[in-house]
Every structure is written in C-alpha cells, then in structure tokens.
C-alpha cells in the first residue's frame, strides 16, 4: 500500500512537472512569435516610410535628365543615370524585404481568383519574349493543349514567374535556351507542376540547398553592381508558393543549367469553398464576431436537371437566386457550381440568427414553389452551422450545414 501511494506521489509530481515545462514551452513560444512580429512591423514600417522619399528623388532626377530644368552635358546625365539605377535597385530591394516581412509575418493576404494555364503563361510570360530577343536568347513556352483551370492568386504567381524567368534570362548566355513547361501530376490531382529550364551556368550542387535562403547568391561576383540582384528573389518565390499550399524545388548541374520547379493548384470546387470560408474565419474576431453558413440545394438535382427542357433549369436557378436575395439580407454568396448547391455566409449571425434566416427561407421557396410553373415536383434542402458555437474550421462547418437540421421544402 505504502509502495502505490509512493508512486502516485512521484507519477504526480512527474505530470506536475511536464504541466511546468508545457506552460514555459508555451511562453517561450509566445515570446518568440511577439519578437518576430515586432521584427515584420519593423521592417514593413522602415520600409514604407522609405518608398515614399525613393520616389520624390527618382522623380527629381528623371526631370532633371529629361533636361527640364536646363541642359545637361553628358558626364552629368551619366552620373545621373547611374543614380536612377541605384534608386531602382534600392526600390527593388525594399518592395523585396516588404514581401519577406509579410511572407514571415504569415500577413501576405492572397486574392484567389480562377484562370487558365495558358491565360497565366501568357501573363507571366509574354514580358520576356523582348528580353529574350535583346540578349539572344530562346524563350520556348510550351502552351497545355486541354487547358487546365487553376485557382491562385495571379499576380503573386506572376511574382513567381518573374524572378525564375529574370534569373533563367541572366545566367544563360547568348544563344542558350529558356523553356517553360507543364506536367500533370498523375499522384496528385489537386496541383500541376510547372518547370521552367535553361541551360545557363548552373549552380553548383554545395550551393543548391542555400539558395532558397534570404540573402544568398552565388554567382554574384560575376554581375555589375546595377545587375545584381538582392538575393530576395527566390525566397519570395517559394514563400508564394508555399501561402498557396504548393512546393517549390531545384535540379541543377554546374555549367549545364538549372531547372526550377513549383507547384500550382487546380481549380477545384470544394477546395475553392473552404478557402473562402476559412478566409471568413480568419477575418473574424473570434470574442466579438460569429458567423454562419448557410447551404440550399436541390435534391436529386441530376434527376431534375434531366427532366427539365433544355435551358429550364437555368431558369430556374436565377429564379431561386431571385428569392434567397430577396429573402436572406447582407449575406456573401460562395457558391461555386452554378445550381447545385447555394452557399451563403452571414456574417455577425450566430446560431439562432442562422435558424431564423433558414425558417423564411424555406417559407419563401414554399412560397415560390406554390406559385411557379415548374412541371416537375422539386424539393430543397437547407442546413446552417455557425462559427464558433457549431464547429472552429471549415471542414466542420460544411459537413454540419450540408447535413445539420437538414430541412426539405
Ligand atoms: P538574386 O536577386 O540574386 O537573383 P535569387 O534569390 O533570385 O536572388 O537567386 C539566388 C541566387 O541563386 C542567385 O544569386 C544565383 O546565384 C542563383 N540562381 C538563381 N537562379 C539561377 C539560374 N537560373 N541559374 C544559375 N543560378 C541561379
């Protein structure tokens, strides 16, 4: 007896002093994150307050060199070019460390949208063919011949573009090739990959895995002080890439050339649906602020589609849409395949808010059902859930509004 209560004792003081060392992790960890978002605002403030004199000074000497001002001889407008390269160069730098800090920070928002492969080749790409020309250089793209929709946001993959194709473009030679290319991934079918290749001067293998780093170059005793780039470039590019859940890697030989790869993802609808409503969450404070989710569908909507003359079932749909807006006020529509299912997210309404919409909601459709001249019997579900009484992430919230109280009309 004497030997358990022993061991409870010491079992106890053990757990007491895991519960110790969890907490001192926790403050630990709390520091840690309050000193890093310091550092980002720090750097994002500096930064910003830096832009604003940058471009009143480039904006000065361009005037100047445009001869505005009086005629200028020809060391004094070289001097002057040399200057605008270095304020250039210093913008560069800044816009740079700003994306940095943000990416750090986790504060780069993303503004997804949904475009088409070849309509994103031909944004990102098209800016280089001129560059290409000048130095000599064949830029090969090679365009999907089943366009593939993506969903991302397309300047940031823009960003992306630019700094592998601008490095491709200033470490090949004359002569040399850079191609853009696409590959279905056959292991995964929410992403594409994209690898962008040149045979340029490589980067040798010791230096491979540092040059995703902040800061690193290795080539850069080779370049002019104008040509040089920050080091930034290819942090950022993976940072982009990775806000948007992808992966970014690099095959490299010395003096043969290099091969960078990322990945981008596919056009999904459901995925397209969480995103938006966990960006809903995110941008709500959770002791202030609820929100719910409202979902409206047909049921055995193939069945209906197929009876239904052609172009009726459109109809229909704008119909219904007619009576949610004009049933359910200030909500944002975050459905994806048009007709098949109504996705709306009412912000600041908690669950019995939630109720109370989904109850004239349904006695509007009644109502619309008793009235229009569909020949066929349709019937509705609507289910809610609500943040945070009902459920914290995205996941659960559509499960419960897809099923919860589901209710049909
Ligand atoms: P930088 O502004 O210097 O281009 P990056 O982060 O974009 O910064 O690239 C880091 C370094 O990686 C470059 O300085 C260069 O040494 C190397 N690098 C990047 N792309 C290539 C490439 N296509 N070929 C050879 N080296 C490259």
Redesign the pocket.
Known sequence: MKNLEVLIQTQKERITLLENEIIQFEKDQYELNKQNELKSDFVSIVSHELRTPLAIIKEGIELMLTGVYGKINVKQKKTLSTVCDSIDRLARMINNLLDVSKIEAGKMDLHKEKISLRELFDKACAPFYIKAQEKGIRLIIRYPKNDTMLYVDVDKIIQVFT??L???M???PTEGVVKVAYRILAADNNFIQIAIA?N????PFD?LQR??NKF?????TAFKASE????????I?EGIIKIHRGTMWVE?KEGQ??T?NFTLPKYIPETVVRDEINHEIKSIDINTTTMSILSLSIEEVDHVKAQLPRGEFQTIVEEIKGVVRNTVRKFRDVSIDEGEEFLMVLRDCNRSGAEAVKTRLESSLQNYLAHCKIPLHIKFNVGHASYPEDAHDEENLLKLARMRDSSSV
């Open positions: 700094n592998i601008g490095n491709a200033k470490f090949t040149d340029g001067i490589g980067i230096d040059i995703f690193e170059q290795v080539h850069h040089r780039g920050t080091g930034l470039g290819l942090s590019a490299s050339g290099s960078f």
